[in-house]
């Protein structure tokens, strides 16, 4: 189903319930005011609910690891589809894990059901496929290090949502994320605007909560933005981060700082690090909600994004963090922020970076 229908589908729904809402008010007449507010309150809850809800029928996560699953629970908590698959190429893994977190979801009020699978046939129908399946790196590996194993399996399953769901919206999440997102989005006729990466919201949450930590502040009062590749040259841009609307730099000195960006930038190798088997994945988990959310609720939330460049800061060719619009419909505009000379080299250097790791992608 493509967006249209679904929203033909959400209009029907509202359109049926307004119908069941002036019938209730019209049955509540003999029982005098009090029938008629009962059935005009009953009605207008179940109309808002129609037009409120999720507006995601059916969104599958192809790789049931453990990115998959802890981005499943949340979409399946909050509703933000009403169908979600789990894919696997271990099918009895995917289903099995596909029950647990269905039966969590509705321990939480949640209706969306969820169904897991390693069949390609399960992508039918998706409007939205979140794509985490592949090896995690291991200590000690960057994560351009797993592209020869992760690169055919982006292309086998890039193939089968071209046959299965060719209209679906694509979020990667594999890593080398820049690499696979611009291989995604070069492999799909959608355009840049369907295609494209999670990497800023989790290295943004990751340097949010090392601002909290060194300033004591509440995370919520904390607005950060990192851009770039996601390696260790991403490019925390602190000009751009506050803490209740104040600049940074007014808490904070220029050692603190760099620390901060340092630690940001290694954010994801300190976890692997400590936790050996594997990598982080609750973290990650919630930033790829937190994008289907945007989408989901159209709610046009400016967030960094891997997205393929159309001359945007100086590039072509090459997919990488940058703030966006997303909208329901996808990434609806790259923000192309000023930078100054300096942030301008960081963000060059980072480019360059991922300009080599496309280049051996495309030897390869
Ligand atoms: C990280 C991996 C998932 O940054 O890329 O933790």
């Avoid at 307004?18 to 003999?30: E, M, T």
């Avoid at 990115?67 to 629970?73: H, L, S, Y």
Wanted: aromatic share 6%; net charge negative; hydrophobic share 45%.
């Amino acid at each position: 189903m493509n967006l249209a229908e679904v929203f033909a589908v959400r209009r029907d729904a509202v359109k049926r319930r307004w119908s069941c809402l002036r019938s209730g008010i019209a049955f509540g007449w003999p029982f005098g005011h009090g029938g008629q507010y009962f059935f005009l309150y009953a009605g207008v809850f179940l109309v808002a609910r129609a037009a409120g809800r999720c507006l995601v029928n059916k969104l599958t996560i192809v790789g049931a690891g453990l990115v998959g699953e802890a981005a499943a629970q949340i979409i399946a908590r909050d509703e933000l589809c009403r169908e979600l698959v789990l894919m696997d190429v271990q099918g009895e893994l995917a289903q099995g894990k596909a029950l647990d977190v269905w039966q969590a979801a509705v321990e939480s009020g949640s209706d969306t059901r969820v169904v897991g699978g390693s069949m390609a046939e399960l992508l039918q129908g998706s409007e939205l496929v979140v794509i985490t399946a592949g090896v995690p790196r291991k200590p000690g590996q960057s994560r351009q290090d797993v592209l020869s194993i992760n690169l055919p399996i982006l292309d086998g399953i890039m193939q089968d949502i071209n046959r299965h769901a060719p209209a679906a919206t694509v979020l990667v999440v594999s890593n080398p994320v820049d690499v696979l997102t611009y291989r995604a989005c070069s492999l799909s006729p959608l355009g840049r605007g369907r295609v494209f990466g999670q990497a800023g919201v989790l290295d943004t949450a990751r340097m949010k909560c090392f601002i909290a930590e060194e300033t004591g502040f509440s995370a919520r009062d904390i607005t950060a933005l990192v851009l770039g590749g996601h390696g260790d040259s991403m490019v925390p841009l602190m000009r751009y981060c506050q803490i209740g609307s104040v600049p940074l730099s007014h808490f904070l000195t220029d050692e603190q700082i760099e620390r901060i960006v340092e630690r940001t930038r290694k954010g994801g190798g300190e976890i692997l690090g400590l936790k050996k088997m594997g990598s982080a994945c609750d973290a990650p988990g919630v930033a790829i909600a937190q994008m289907v959310d945007a989408i989901a609720h159209g709610r046009n939330r400016i967030l960094p994004a891997v997205a393929v460049l159309e001359g945007e800061y100086g590039r072509t060719g090459i997919a990488m963090g940058v703030p966006c619009v997303l909208a329901q419909e996808g990434i609806a505009r790259v923000i192309e922020l000023p930078l100054d000379a300096q942030e301008q080299a960081m963000f060059d250097h980072s480019a360059d970076q991922v300009v080599r790791d496309i280049a051996e992608m495309q030897a390869s």
